[in-house]
């Protein structure tokens, strides 16, 4: 069997995006890895969001190996990828107003923590009040969207505006409005989209920033090891154990 050409063109497009936010993001993904250190110095919690599929880059730092350890999910039940049935009731439920702000009320989030939102269009109602309503709390907010869809797309809350436009620090993916890199005769609809793997590549880089500052302010990065490798569990249960409070994932 000859080797696919179109897996050959989405690996080239996936890498040419990631190239681009490695160049062009720099200075962002700085930042937010700055803020997140900030927050874990001053003793402050560490929160991530996502609707869709959005919610994938959001999961994928919590509770990992090698992944920060204060990092928990800020889950919205009926959003978290496809967890209900019919899975349409999740996009729905991205365009409720109030939405947002009850989830947050009845959250551990508060003042001096952090709380990353994911959203591919940063359009719909959820992601804009939870970047609203944090920051009002007084949280930091830090976005990671397409900055594409501010201008070619509608918002869809009613004040008109975007996730980018609530945020502290934004952090743009760089995916094209709908999310399809490729095209191909007979295909009729563009697909193979990057944006997971763009996002996610962006939070882990953040990540790694925040470990790095950390170490410079002399702080130990309260990093999780793997629960495969000989010694991780105690490694783990350490970490759990310094730092419970800050972490909700394990209650």
Request: a negative charge.
């Amino acid at each position: 069997m000859s080797d696919s050409k179109l897996a050959g063109q989405f690996f080239d497009a996936a890498i040419g995006l990631l190239e681009r936010v490695r160049d062009e993001e720099a200075g962002s993904v700085a930042a937010a890895g700055s803020a997140i250190a900030d927050t874990v110095a001053a003793g402050g919690r560490l929160f991530a969001f996502g609707a869709g599929h959005s919610s994938l880059a959001a999961q994928d730092v919590v509770y990992r190996a090698g992944g920060l350890a204060l990092m928990n999910l800020l889950a919205v039940p009926g959003t978290v990828g496809v967890d209900v049935m019919p899975a349409t009731l999740g996009s729905a439920l991205e365009r409720v107003d109030g939405l947002a702000s009850a989830v947050l009320d009845s959250s551990p989030a508060r003042s001096g923590d952090l709380l990353v939102i994911i959203s591919l269009s940063g359009r719909n109602a959820l992601p804009v009040e939870m970047a609203q309503n944090a920051r009002a709390l007084g949280l930091t907010v830090v976005g990671v969207t397409s900055v594409a869809y501010t201008t070619g797309t509608r918002s869809r809350h009613v004040s008109g505006g975007f996730l980018r436009d609530h945020c502290d620090i934004v952090l743009d993916s760089k995916i094209a409005i709908g999310d399809a890199e490729l095209t191909a005769e007979g295909v009729e609809a563009p697909f193979a989209p990057a944006s997971t793997v763009v996002t996610s590549a962006l939070m882990q880089a953040m990540m790694a920033t925040a470990a790095e500052e950390l170490v410079a302010r002399g702080i130990e990065p309260p990093l999780l090891r793997s629960g495969n490798v000989d010694g991780g569990h105690e490694w783990n249960g350490r970490v759990m154990r310094e730092y419970g409070d800050r972490i909700f994932y394990r209650h």
